[in-house]
Structure formats: structure tokens, C-alpha cells
């Protein structure tokens, strides 16, 4: 049987097409690690991306080590994904001279089988294999996102302010407004790798949450 794949299976979620729509995200489960700083630089976001996907895999090759958790199913591990934020404003795409000022908070869902307890056997089986990672800075949390609107970026990073400003005309359109407040920030899903794709064929999900005037 194919390993379930979230992307498939929920594509209103991680599949919107380039024109803007309106999705109400409900809650999921999240391994997150918290930081600031540029992205491209700060050794703290590689650590966390680091963090998060040996955990993630962990998880899923549980099936092969004896831990296998209850409840388990194979699945393909999804997408990273990023909250962004300034501490000084909500985030309106224009991030050029102020990367080093973001707040983010990186996540890779993982299915609800994923208890406290499979989480930390997760992380002691990360430490005996890489013991220089700090699994310490990762926590299993339940997030619920609520009444957003999404659409898809294809290219550089660096050029979502033209998809952001396309959003927020969609946003004001349909009688809403982007209400950034906790953990209800500007969303990124990550569909591509940058290290293997063209930055002019990157996909990125932008998703904004909102609220009806």
C-alpha cells in the first residue's frame, strides 16, 4: 500500500493554484522550533531545520527500529513549513535590508499518532545518532490556523512581494481583512527544495489569515 502522502490527500491545504482563495485551515499536529534571524545566514535556522527533519524521520523509520508507535501508518513526510514575522509590524512582504530582523517559527506536520511519548522516544533516538543536535529546542504542538486565504508563489523567494500584493487585493476584495496576531502569522510552505530547483521554479504556498469585516 503507497505511503500516505498529506500533499494528495489534502491539496486544498498545500496544492492552491496561482489565483488567490479562501481555505479554513483546521487544527493539526506540528513539530516547531523557534528562532530569529536570516535565514540564509543565521547558523540557528540551519540547526533548526536540521532539528526538524531528523526528528520527522525518526518518527516515520520508527517501523524499522522496534518503537513502532500505535496507531502507526506509513506516510511521506511533508513539507517544511515557516511562520514570519517583524516584532515592530505584521508582515507585508517587503523583506529586503531586514532579514535579520525576522521572528520565525520552522514546522514539519506529523500525523496525530505523534503523542508526547512517541515525540520524546523521537528525540533520544535523534541524540544517540547525532548527540551534537540540540533536540531540546523542538516541541510537538497542536495549531489551528482558522479562516485564511492562500495562493501559490512559482519563483524566488525574494519575489513574493509581488504574490503577497496580489493576496492582500484578493483579501480586501472578498470583505476581509489579514489579521496577524500569535501564531497566526505570514505562512510559507515550502514545495521545493532550493538547493535542487531553479529559483524561477520554486513553489511556495503563502497564506495569510484573515477575518470577515
Known amino acids: 500500500m503507497a505511503a500516505f502522502d498529506y500533499k494528495k490527500e489534502y491539496k486544498e491545504l498545500y496544492l492552491p493554484k496561482e489565483k488567490p482563495c479562501i481555505v479554513d485551515v483546521p487544527a493539526m499536529r506540528f513539530i516547531m522550533v523557534d528562532g530569529k534571524g536570516d535565514p540564509n545566514t543565521s547558523p540557528l535556522y540551519k540547526e533548526a531545520v536540521e ?26 513526510v511533508p513539507p517544511l513549513e515557516g511562520l514570519w514575522w517583524f516584532e515592530d509590524n505584521t508582515f507585508d512582504g517587503s523583506v529586503i535590508g531586514r532579514k535579520d530582523e ?71 476584495e472578498n ?5 496577524m496576531s500569535g501564531m497566526r502569522q505570514h505562512h510559507e510552505i ?13 513553489k511556495t504556498v503563502i497564506r495569510h489569515p484573515i477575518v470577515k469585516i
Open 102 to 172: 525576522f521572528s520565525w517559527v520552522m514546522m514539519i506536520r506529523v500525523p496525530e499518532f505523534v503523542t508526547p511519548g512517541v515525540f520524546a522516544t523521537a528525540r533520544e533516538s535523534v541524540a544517540k545518532k547525532k548527540p551534537g543536535l540540540d533536540t531540546s529546542k523542538a516541541r510537538l504542538e497542536d495549531f489551528t490556523e482558522g479562516l485564511c486565504a492562500q495562493i501559490m508563489h512559482i519563483g524566488p523567494y525574494d519575489d513574493e512581494p509581488r504574490s503577497v500584493a496580489v493576496l492582500e487585493k484578493f483579501i480586501h
Open 190 to 202: 515550502y514545495l521545493g527544495d532550493p538547493r535542487k530547483t531553479a529559483p524561477e521554479k520554486l
Open 51 to 76: 532539528v526538524l527533519y531528523s526528528l520527522s524521520y525518526s518518527i516515520k523509520m520508527s517501523k524499522k527500529s522496534g518503537t513502532q508507535p500505535e496507531g502507526y501508518f506509513d506516510y511521506v
Open 175 to 179: 470583505g476581509c481583512r489579514t489579521e
